[in-house]
């Protein structure tokens, strides 16, 4: 009796991002990814500006969403690039039913009463 291996059962669910309307499919961190991302990482010093830094997280952010414009990518708030890089790198769960991933900070609501 041989053994057989499904790498497909190993994969994630796919995730997507939807932004004024139009759905974006987030890739999977491939080796590629991985590698790219290592590097830009090296590439970026603890003193690096908050621009350099900034722009190194779009960069992120296109290796997972090829399909995504840059002319998007810089017109979404600083907050919305913030967790769009959360949600990408896996670290804010999914939203279901179309509800925000990500609540807003306390007192936000105080201040816009």
Do not use: C, H
Not at 4 to 30: C, H, I, Q, W
Not at 40 to 52: E, G, L, R, T, V
Request: proline residues 4%; without cysteine; hydrophobic residues 45%.
């Amino acid at each position: 009796m041989s053994k057989m291996l499904n790498l497909d059962e190993f994969a994630k669910p796919k995730k997507s991002v939807t932004f004024r309307g139009k759905t974006y499919e987030v890739n999977d961190m491939t080796v590629e990814v991985f590698v790219q991302l290592t590097a830009a990482s090296a590439k970026i010093s603890d003193d690096a500006s908050f621009a350099d830094q900034l722009k190194a997280t779009l960069e992120m952010i296109k290796l997972y969403i090829p399909t995504m414009e840059q002319e998007t990518l810089d017109s979404m708030s600083f907050d919305q690039v913030t967790v769009l890089a959360q949600f990408v790198r896996g670290e804010v769960a999914a939203a279901e039913e179309g509800a925000p991933v990500a609540e807003a900070p306390e007192g936000a609501e105080a201040k816009k009463a």
